[in-house]
């Protein structure tokens, strides 16, 4: 197989020697006769290689700082085990989240709940289970936090969220870092100043820290290098008069490698950008130096994961084009609807063919947009082929849904060559476990 896919496929991927594609020593052909398709398959090795990478590339550089996962990416009570087992924090955003978190006691100092509008209940929820920090979006939060810490007689940790307005140069969907947006304080407008001086007056909480996330995915090193040394210096007044910061994150948002054409930068160039920004902007404004805390999310997961598809229908129309269909798409992968997003295709039980030809791979939805490959080289598919996209181990299953009433797909972790359900295929049952109906 291409060294350029192989960079993208999960660590452990060989190609047997009948060319099927062999993912953590499991054979995808046997897998999907075993568990059936669609299939999301997660190579154990790689997300702890990750997750250990995060955190060497950061803790040899500054001592003091965490990883988070942000299991926004994807979170099931086996990948927040595996966050624990690697002393992986977690970035929580919903009580959804927080369930799973405490399905596998997840220790609480550990969880930071994000959010830009988090209900009362989960509040009340998480500070029930007694959650290390609150990252705080607006006003109404910092009142709504405060009012229930002081019901459960706690002085519960916060941090702020800040807007810095720097753009993080990815998809206007998911850029969060600039003026207009839903997310944060505001540098700009005065209200990040007016948010810290009004939580230091809050009884019932302690602000231990700044936060802001620019987007994702960011390819780019300048917008956390331009963003840490804007918000340190936006601080340095602050700390000087009395803020005590003990904590400080510059989100996640680290890219991956969809495609072959762009490579992401190493964990270790945005180790180097944030650790550099971070501690020269302390050094220059003469601020103690905070704990650090990154939050990756996508690039812990994303590789580690494959979506497996069989082929069903395919339509040539002549001189125009060959559509191929697949059992899965746009209900377990929303991103090439929702964003473009660009994928490799491979299929995974012809990798020995080398006669290819130029398709368009659909999924099984009933919108004309349900497309997962526009335009793809691929060998000869039939019927009963399998087609795999790869890094899409991220914002696939954690965005999936039952569009068309079509149920979700099972996930299985392998590892040497075994493999074991994570998540079992959903049943019609289970489309209709909260409908009543006489
Ligand atoms: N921290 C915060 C506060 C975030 O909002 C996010 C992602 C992360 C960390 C992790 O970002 P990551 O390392 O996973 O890029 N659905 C989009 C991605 C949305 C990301 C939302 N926030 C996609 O499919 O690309």
Same mark, same amino acid.
């Given at each position: +197989?291409?060294?350029?896919? %192989?960079?993208?496929?999960? +660590? ?8 099927? %594609? ?12 075993k568990y059936g398709t669609p299939l999301y ?10 997750? $250990? ?5 950061? #803790?040899?550089?500054? #001592? ?12 099931? /009570? ?38 830009? &509008? ?38 519960? &940790?916060?941090?702020?969220? %800040? ?29 990040? $100043? ?19 996330? %620019? ?29 005590? +910061?003990?904590?400080?994150? /510059? ?44 939050? /990756? ?18 339509? $040539? ?10 059992d899965g798409?746009?209900?377990d ?10 994928? @490799? ?28 490959? /526009? ?21 696939? +299953?954690?965005? #999936? ?5 079509n149920p979700r797909p099972a996930v299985v ?8 359900i994570i998540r079992r295929r959903e049943t019609y049952a289970d489309l209709?476990?909260?409908? @009543?109906?006489?």
């Amino acid at each position: +197989m291409e060294p350029k896919l %192989l960079n993208i496929l999960p +660590m452990e991927t060989t190609v047997s020697s009948d060319g099927h %594609l062999i993912v953590g020593g499991c054979d995808v052909v046997e897998l999907s006769a075993k568990y059936g398709t669609p299939l999301y398959v997660y190579d154990e090795s790689t997300i702890r290689t990750m997750a $250990e990478l995060f955190t060497k590339e950061f #803790s040899d550089r500054y #001592s003091n700082s965490r990883i988070l996962y942000a299991s926004k990416a994807y979170i099931n /009570p086996s990948i927040a085990k595996l966050s624990i087992e690697h002393g992986l924090g977690i970035d929580i955003v919903s009580g959804g989240e927080l369930a799973v978190a405490a399905s596998v006691d997840f220790p609480a100092e550990d969880i930071f709940f994000h959010g830009n &509008n988090k209900s009362r209940t989960e509040v009340a929820e998480a500070i029930d289970y007694g959650i290390g920090q609150f990252v705080a979006d607006s006003f109404y939060e910092i009142d709504l936090i405060n009012e229930l810490a002081s019901n459960h007689n706690k002085v519960q &940790n916060v941090m702020l969220r %800040l807007s810095p307005g720097i753009d993080g140069h990815t998809h206007k969907k998911t850029t969060t870092g600039i003026l207009d947006t839903k997310f944060g304080f505001s540098i700009e407008t005065g209200d990040a $100043e007016k948010a810290i001086k009004y939580v230091l007056t809050c009884k019932n909480l302690d602000l231990t820290g700044i936060h802001f996330h %620019l987007g994702s995915p960011i390819f780019e090193m300048e917008p956390y290098d331009l963003a840490i040394r804007s918000v340190i210096e936006f601080l340095s007044p602050l700390i000087k008069n009395g803020f005590n +910061m003990r904590d400080f994150s /510059p989100g996640g948002g680290f890219a991956v490698g969809y495609t072959s054409e762009k490579s992401p930068p190493n964990i270790s160039e945005y180790a180097k950008t944030i650790v550099k920004a971070l501690t020269e902007s302390c050094e220059q404004f003469d601020i103690p130096y905070p704990r650090l805390l990154v939050e /990756p999310g996508r690039s812990i997961v994303a590789r580690a994961g494959i979506a497996l598809y069989k082929v069903g229908a395919i339509k $040539e129309i002549p001189g125009l084009r060959k559509y191929v269909s697949v059992d899965g798409g746009m209900g377990d992968n929303i991103r090439p609807a929702l964003y473009d997003s660009k994928y @490799e295709v491979i299929v995974a039980n012809k990798l020995n063919v080398t006669d290819t030809e130029v398709v368009r791979v659909v999924g099984k939805y009933c919108e004309t947009g349900d497309i997962l490959a /526009p335009s793809a080289d691929l060998p000869r598919c039939n019927t009963g082929d399998l087609i795999v996209l790869p890094t899409s181990g991220a914002y696939g +299953m954690s965005m #999936s849904s039952n569009y068309n009433l079509n149920p979700r797909p099972a996930v299985v972790m392998v590892s040497n060559g075994n493999s074991r359900i994570i998540r079992r295929r959903e049943t019609y049952a289970d489309l209709m476990r909260c409908d @009543e109906f006489e």
